[in-house]
Each structure stands twice: as C-alpha cells, then as structure tokens.
C-alpha cells in the first residue's frame, strides 16, 4: 500500500511540472507580465517607454544593456531651426535746431556775395494767366518716422509708396496754401524712385520738361524731398522753435555746374532761393536751415526758380514735416505773389 502511494505522487507531481512548463502556463504568466497596464489602470502612471520592457539573459546581469542606437540619413533629418536672433537696437534720435538766418553753406569752388545776390533781387516774374508753378517729388517714397497714427508699409527704410505718409502729402499740403493764396500751380504725384532709386532724377526731368512744353509759363519747379541726418546710431530731428508749433526745419538746395554739366544761370537760382529764405527768417527766424550750395545741378538748368526743399530729416514725424510746410507757405505766398506780373 506505502508502495502504491508514493508512485502515484510521484507521477502526479511529474504531470504538474509538464502543465507548469509544456502545457504554456509559464509563457502565458511571462508575457502577462510584460504587458502595459491598460487605459482603466493608468490614472496614476506614467508610460516612459512605447514599448514593454525586454527581458534580459542572466548572462547580463554583471554589465548594463548597451543603448538602443537609431540611424537616420540626411533625407530624414528635420530641418535645424532657424537662429533666433536679437531685435534691432532702436537707432536713437535726438533733436537739433540749425542755425540759418540768411546763410549760404558753400560745398563748392566758387565764391558767392549772398548779400549782393539778395539786393540784386529775384530776377523772375509769374506770369498773371498761366501755371507758374510745378511742384513735383523727384524721391517721392521719402517718408518720415512713424508716430501716432501715422503708420505706414515701409518699402524701404523710412520710405513708403502711400501719398498719405511720404513727402507727397507735405506737397499736398503746401499747393493747397499755394492755391488759396491765389498763385497757378500744377502738383506731379508721381513716384519717381520706385520701384529703382537709379535713375530718378533722369525720370522726373522727362516729366519737368512735359509740364514746361505743355505750360510754357512755370518758372519755378519745387523739387520737395525730406533729409537724412545722422551717424552712429543716431538719427538726428531738425526741429524749429516757433512758439506754439511743434515743427521741423527746412532747407533750400541749389545747384551748380560745378560737376560738369551745362548749367550757366545757377546764380539766378540762388538769387530765387534767397529771396525766400529772407521771406520765410523774417516771419519765423528758426524754421529756416542755412542754403546748401553743391556742385551737382539736380534738373535746375531746366527753370530760373528751380529749387529742392528738404522738409525735416528722417528722424522728424509726419506731423512735424506738416507744421514746417505750413509756416514755409503762409510765408513764402506772399513773396511769390509779389513776383507776379501785372494784367
């Protein structure tokens, strides 16, 4: 009986080790192992790896795994992110006032009596029936500092195609001024810098002569531009200091033939351009910067009253150049109207 009983717990314990290991039992409890807890146990877990993890062989046990290493051609590789660079340092602007009052500053060889060219006077009349005067915009995308409401879509630098923010709009105003004063004038809206700077003052002289041979009357041109004052970062503001008016300043360019090209009446030029300078100091002594003398002759050949008027610097706002122009006109009308001849 004792006999009996311990083969039959021998062959019963040797019927359990083949359910354990051949009936699958051991690789059903491996893998069960290895599984992820599924979405209803994951409240409070935090999945590291979209992967189980692998089993190790014992042998390996004494050294870590190595890394996994994946490989990636060029083909794959994302693109690097481009640099994050710094914004642009804001370029200071600081105001200036420049001394003018009946001053010519010379950039030329030749030597000029200011004085005596005032007393000689103009030397041009207006006539009463006709246009006699042309004011067009050579640089017409020149614009000015956006401040306030004036914001515009910059082409360039301090430049815009918008007539509404560039110095096509100071020339607005100052026909308008012209206009009610009662003098013939014919406003060019023109953009003649753009979309190419190159080349400019060649497209505007087409347009001064057109105007010429279809109003043989205009005698003066005025060429209006804003200036540019400035270096090392700062960007200076000409401001002129009328009491009451917030203003920029204004400066006369004349030309010369002193570059080589024909230009034999710049003196007649320069007598017109202080002619107005005198008018405008008497009224308001600080609008106006000295006159600026330069060898080049910017389309002047063309008339006996041509002239450039840089109205404020880029530093200066729109609304500045606006309250330049507006004193420049109620000043200058007056003059030119005494220019015109009698019926």
Not at 20 to 48: A, Q
Not at 212 to 232: K, Q, T
Request: charged share 20%; proline share 7%.
């Amino acid at each position: 009986m004792n006999r009996f009983v311990r083969r039959l717990a021998a062959l019963l314990a040797a019927a359990g080790i083949w359910l354990l290991s051949g009936g699958g039992f051991y690789d059903r409890v491996s893998g069960r192992m290895t599984e992820l807890p599924g979405e209803e146990r994951m409240k409070n877990v935090r999945v590291l790896s979209d992967t189980a993890p692998q089993r190790v062989p014992a042998a390996a046990h004494d050294t870590p795994p190595e890394p996994a290493v994946r490989t990636m051609s060029l083909a794959d590789a994302p693109e690097p992110a481009p640099p994050v660079l710094p914004p642009p340092a804001p370029e200071a602007v600081r105001e200036t006032t420049i001394e003018g009052g009946m001053r010519v500053r010379n950039g030329t060889g030749y030597w000029v009596d200011a004085a005596e060219l005032l007393s000689q006077g103009p030397g041009l009349t207006l006539p009463a029936e006709d246009v006699q005067i042309l004011i067009i915009h050579t640089h017409g995308s020149e614009a000015y500092t956006q401040a306030g409401l004036d914001r515009y879509t910059a082409s360039d630098a301090n430049r815009t195609e918008d007539t509404q923010f560039n110095v096509v709009r100071i020339g607005d105003e100052l026909t308008d001024i012209l206009t009610e004063a009662g003098l013939r004038v014919i406003h060019d809206r023109g953009i003649y810098d753009y979309p190419s700077y190159t080349g400019s003052y060649t497209r505007a002289e087409a347009a001064i002569g057109q105007y010429l041979e279809n109003f043989p009357g205009i005698r003066v041109v005025l060429d209006i531009h804003r200036d540019a004052l400035g270096s090392n970062g700062v960007v200076y503001k000409t401001m002129a200091e009328e009491e009451g008016t917030v203003a920029s300043q204004i400066m006369l360019l004349v030309g010369t033939d002193e570059s080589g090209l024909e230009h034999p009446n710049w003196r007649g030029n320069l007598a017109f351009a202080l002619y107005l300078q005198n008018a405008v100091n008497s009224a308001f002594p600080t609008l106006m910067r000295p006159v600026e003398l330069v060898p080049q002759r910017y389309n002047q050949q063309l008339t006996p009253g041509s002239l450039i008027l840089e109205v404020g610097s880029s530093g200066n706002t729109l609304r500045e150049a606006l309250a330049a122009i507006r004193l420049f006109g109620r000043a200058a009308a007056p003059a030119l109207l005494d220019l015109v001849e009698a019926d």
